[in-house]
Each structure stands twice: as structure tokens, then as C-alpha cells.
Nanobody
Framework: VQLQASGGGLVQAGGSLRLSCAASGRTFSNYAVGWFRQAPGKEREFVAT????????YYADSMKGRLTIFRDNANEMVYLQMNSLKPEDTAVYYC???????????????WGQGTEVTVSS
């Protein structure tokens, strides 16, 4: 599976962004998709995940209530809607695909290139 993340940019605190993850290659609907982020000097951390059907989702506690992850299997897309953004949400956001909708980077086999999100105060 090849993944391409997009939709990042510069936004003011309190604003919203919708990130997109476009997939190609193997049967996309077989895979769970997760979003992770990595800020400068920090480890990559879990943000959200969705199972293959779209029926099960998990969110990082630090962002719960501000995120919605959903997918469109027909068009091989996964989206991450982020609201009420804070400066501490600034990071490069990555989408990844794997067999399990887990919270660890080890649960995912395929990774996109990342899209940068900058939240100004």
C-alpha cells in the first residue's frame, strides 16, 4: 500500500484542519489506518486510528474530543478532522496502514511521507 498524506498547513490556535490520506496499491479496505505525529525533537506519537470497516475508532487522550477520523473505502481515502487546534499540536502528521488498529507504530506496516501542521498562538 502506498500512502500520501496531505492537508497540513499553518493555522491559528482554535482553528481547524482536515488531513487526508490517499491510498493506492493493495486492497485498501483490508487495512486499519492510523495517524501519528512527530514534533521536532520528540518521538512519533499516536493520534487516531480506524479499523478496516470504519466502525471502530480510537483517539489519543490528549486530543480526544477535538478529532474525528473517518474513511471512504470506495475512494481509498482516510480523513482526520482536527478542531480547536493548539500550538502544541504543531508537528508532522503521518498516516499509516496495517492489520491492526493499534496505538503503536509497530502495528503499522506502510507509512506515508507526512504533512506538516503548524499552529500559531
Amino acid at each position: 500500500v502506498q500512502l500520501q498524506a496531505s492537508g497540513g498547513g499553518l493555522v491559528q490556535a482554535g482553528g481547524s484542519l482536515r488531513l487526508s490520506c490517499a491510498a493506492s496499491g493493495r486492497t485498501f479496505s483490508n487495512y486499519a489506518v492510523g495517524w501519528f505525529r512527530q514534533a521536532p525533537g520528540k518521538e512519533r506519537e499516536f493520534v487516531a486510528t480506524i479499523d478496516w470497516s470504519g466502525g471502530i475508532t480510537y483517539y489519543a487522550d490528549s486530543m480526544k474530543g477535538r478529532l474525528t477520523i473517518f474513511r471512504d473505502n470506495a475512494n481509498e481515502m482516510v480523513y482526520l478532522q482536527m478542531n480547536s487546534l493548539k500550538p502544541e499540536d504543531t508537528a508532522v502528521y503521518y498516516c499509516a496502514a496495517g492489520g491492526l488498529s493499534g496505538r503503536s507504530t509497530r502495528d503499522y506496516d506502510y507509512w506515508g511521507q507526512g504533512t506538516e501542521v503548524t499552529v500559531s498562538s
